[in-house]
């Protein structure tokens, strides 16, 4: 895939944070947990909890100068059926693989899709609309595409692990869309270790609990 069809197919990318999260997020950047543990000097038992192992609940973790941040859980991503569709990875290697990326939907729906889940529609999220070609131009050497939702095991799992993370030049979107469409053919969009500036490329942040819209956080 090119880096111009990625941006004319998919013009908008959403990602989907604990509500209240956007000061943070405006202060420190989008930061991957990895790079996020790493800031807050977060070590020992509780990294290894939080890092390497599936999280069944998000946990507010704090620091002393950056007061509190939130990492979130992976209730869709059941370990049994994990187990079961790596390829060439554990379970804890695929944990860590996740922590070290950002990720982000690459239509609208997906995202609607997450809020009505039974784990989240009862209560609000911060949801980040982001322009995607200004994103792509300062990070394209940071991004991963994959066909898969990578954090969720709960509908029929498909195989993951080495090699679900490509490149945008070595994605094989002619591929997919021919087995799905074009609009389907890429599931998410990863940066790895996080977008700092984040939010210089974010166009609004809405506070939304399942269907609905509550309000506007932010608007550039």
Same mark, same amino acid.
């Given at each position: 895939?090119?880096?111009?069809?990625?941006?004319?197919?998919?013009?908008?990318?959403?990602?989907?944070?604990?509500?209240?999260?956007?000061?943070?997020?405006?202060?420190?950047?989008?930061?991957?947990?990895?790079?996020?543990?790493?800031?807050?000097?977060?070590?020992?038992?509780?990294?290894?909890?939080?890092?390497?192992?599936? !999280? +069944?609940?998000? #946990?507010?973790?704090?620091?002393?100068?950056?007061?509190? %941040?939130?990492?979130? =859980? /992976? *209730?869709? @991503?059941?370990?049994?059926?994990?187990?079961?569709?790596?390829?060439?990875?554990?379970?804890?290697?695929?944990?860590?693989?996740?922590?070290?990326?950002?990720?982000?939907?690459?239509?609208?729906?997906?995202?609607?899709?997450?809020?009505?889940?039974?784990?989240?529609?009862? !209560? +609000?999220?911060? #949801?980040?609309?982001?322009?995607?070609?200004?994103?792509? %131009?300062?990070?394209? =050497? /940071? *991004?991963? @595409?994959?066909?898969?939702?990578?954090?969720?095991?709960?509908?029929?799992?498909?195989?993951?692990?080495?090699?679900?993370?490509?490149?945008?030049?070595?994605?094989?979107?002619?591929?997919?869309?021919?087995?799905?469409?074009?609009?389907?053919?890429?599931?998410?969009?990863?940066?790895?270790?996080? #977008?700092?500036?984040?939010?210089?490329?974010?166009?609004?942040?809405?506070?939304?609990?399942?269907?609905?819209?509550?309000?506007?956080?932010?608007?550039?």
């Amino acid at each position: 895939m090119d880096v111009d069809e990625l941006v004319a197919t998919y013009p908008r990318l959403y990602h989907m944070a604990e509500a209240g999260s956007w000061a943070g997020i405006r202060q420190h950047g989008l930061l991957s947990t990895s790079v996020l543990l790493d800031l807050f000097e977060i070590d020992g038992d509780l990294r290894t909890a939080l890092e390497s192992a599936r !999280r +069944p609940e998000s #946990v507010t973790i704090t620091h002393p100068v950056h007061g509190t %941040a939130v990492v979130r =859980d /992976q *209730i869709p @991503l059941r370990e049994g059926p994990l187990a079961q569709c790596l390829v060439g990875m554990t379970p804890v290697e695929w944990y860590r693989e996740l922590n070290r990326r950002v990720f982000f939907w690459l239509n609208e729906g997906r995202v609607g899709g997450l809020l009505r889940g039974q784990a989240y529609r009862g !209560r +609000p999220h911060d #949801v980040l609309t982001i322009d995607t070609a200004s994103l792509v %131009a300062a990070y394209e =050497d /940071q *991004i991963t @595409l994959a066909p898969i939702n990578t954090g969720s095991t709960i509908y029929n799992p498909r195989p993951r692990g080495v090699g679900t993370f490509l490149s945008i030049a070595d994605y094989p979107f002619d591929d997919w869309r021919s087995r799905r469409s074009r609009r389907t053919a890429v599931a998410e969009l990863a940066v790895l270790a996080g #977008v700092r500036d984040i939010v210089d490329y974010t166009l609004v942040v809405e506070s939304r609990q399942a269907d609905a819209v509550l309000e506007t956080v932010w608007r550039r």
